[in-house]
């Protein structure tokens, strides 16, 4: 067995990434085909379906070994930080394709990566598909052919391991005494009530591995959170590891000023890295210590991007001290493709339970506004 060292590979990984994906959220599909030509030298790579609006949908194949791994990203179109890991994956295969780890990892792993399950939501920046179904939550009827392409290819392939790849909202704190965002969550879905079925001990004991490594690298502020396991009976993860497919579910967060994602994105990255490792060597065994699952600290909703704090408001002659709480919206344009983030008011009174990652005390400042503020209110106020 080889050793990994994540210490490593995190101090290097500036120049092990792909440099032609810039910093920005938006990833759309033309962006997709451009990169793809670069690693047809290293991986095969295969349509295997179409999606509402007719665009081609890839499966990119990496590797030789008999241990099945299926990756996919972008279900949801405007959740692009898993895309980027992959081609930082394929990038991190190609310029160290003879070092031993990645030879090891070739012969013994047959990774199977969908970078865009969604190619029409990805092209207009938007969650849902050209229909507006949410990928993954059509796991039961298949209305939509890019989630019939996903299951295709799983009873195709069968897989060893899934891997599903989210963008976590920025509300998510890891504990209720600090402010400590979740910078990466994971999730081993629930399976209505077999809940000690082998598949999801699997991707538990997975999960587990993946947070240790990632707790040798996590920054001073920020740690790794485990999402809610609620069953969604229409959930894709959910049904697929119902019939016995571990799947892991990985939610990239979110750290101070990185609006872009740039250092959750070699979080990410680093963190299925860490996954894929462990199958590779550990594949008999993989649920062994599923338990320490549970050690992972729940995800709490506590989190705001913007609170202002005891600011004073005048009704009639009365005043009145309130926080102010905002999150940051974003506006896409397509035919400017530019992304802009819009501050709302979410929430007003009493916010002494929330964080947030700007977080200004200025008690007695007055508020300065055409009306008192409102629920939905842009940030089109001062405050001094």
């Given amino acids: 067995m080889l050793v990994f060292d994540i210490k ?3 101090r290097n990984y500036d120049i092990l990434k792909d440099n032609r994906i810039i910093a920005s959220k938006i990833f759309r599909y033309s962006k997709l085909l451009e990169m793809m030509k670069k690693y047809r030298s290293i991986c095969s790579i295969t349509p295997i379906g179409l999606s509402v609006e007719k665009r081609i949908i890839f499966k990119i194949k990496w590797g030789v070994g008999k241990i099945k791994v299926l990756i996919w990203s972008q279900m949801h179109g405007n959740e692009t930080t898993g895309t980027k890991s992959i081609f930082d994956l394929l990038h991190f295969f190609f310029k160290n394709r003879y070092h031993d780890l990645i030879k090891f990892l070739f012969e013994n792993l047959t990774i199977l990566f969908i970078p865009m399950l969604n190619p029409d939501g990805s092209e207009k920046f938007q969650r849902r ?12 009827r298949l209305q939509s052919p890019e989630i019939q392409v996903l299951f295709r290819e799983i009873h195709n392939s069968k897989p060893y391991v899934l891997f599903n790849l989210h963008d ?3 509300i998510y704190n890891i504990g209720n005494k600090f402010f400590n965002p979740a910078i990466i969550s994971f999730l081993s879905p629930s399976i209505e009530k077999n809940e000690d079925s082998i598949s999801r001990k699997q991707s538990m004991g997975i999960i587990y ?10 920054p001073n502020v920020g740690s790794v959170g485990r999402f809610s396991d609620a069953y969604y009976p229409t959930a894709t993860g959910d049904n697929l590891q119902k019939i016995g497919y571990p ?11 990185d609006f872009q994602k740039e250092k959750i994105r070699k979080y990410n990255t ?6 894929i490792y462990f199958i590779s060597y550990r594949y008999k065994y993989l649920e062994k210590d599923y338990r320490y699952y549970f050690t992972i600290p729940k995800n709490k909703d506590i989190l705001l991007d913007k609170i202002y704090r005891k600011v004073q408001i ?11 709480g905002l999150i940051n919206f974003e506006k896409f344009d397509l035919k400017k493709n530019t992304l802009s983030f819009i501050p709302k008011i979410v929430d007003i009174g009493d916010l002494s339970n929330l964080f947030a990652y700007e977080d200004i005390m200025i008690p007695g400042q007055k508020f300065y506004g055409k009306n008192l503020p409102e629920i939905g209110d842009m940030e089109h106020f001062r405050i001094f």
Avoid: V
């Avoid at 799947?247 to 000023?257: D, F, M, R």
């Fill in 270 to 275: 680093l963190s299925i890295l860490a996954g």
């Fill in 247 to 257: 799947c892991i579910l990985l939610e990239a967060g979110n750290y101070p000023k």
């Fill in 209 to 218: 591995f993946m947070t240790k490594e990632l707790k040798k690298i996590l």
């Fill in 168 to 170: 976590q909202r920025s």
């Fill in 314 to 324: 005048l009704k009639g002659k009365k005043k009145y001290l309130i926080d102010i």
């Fill in 8 to 10: 490593s590979i995190f």
């Fill in 129 to 140: 598909n050209a229909i507006n179904i949410d990928l993954n939550r059509d796991a039961i």
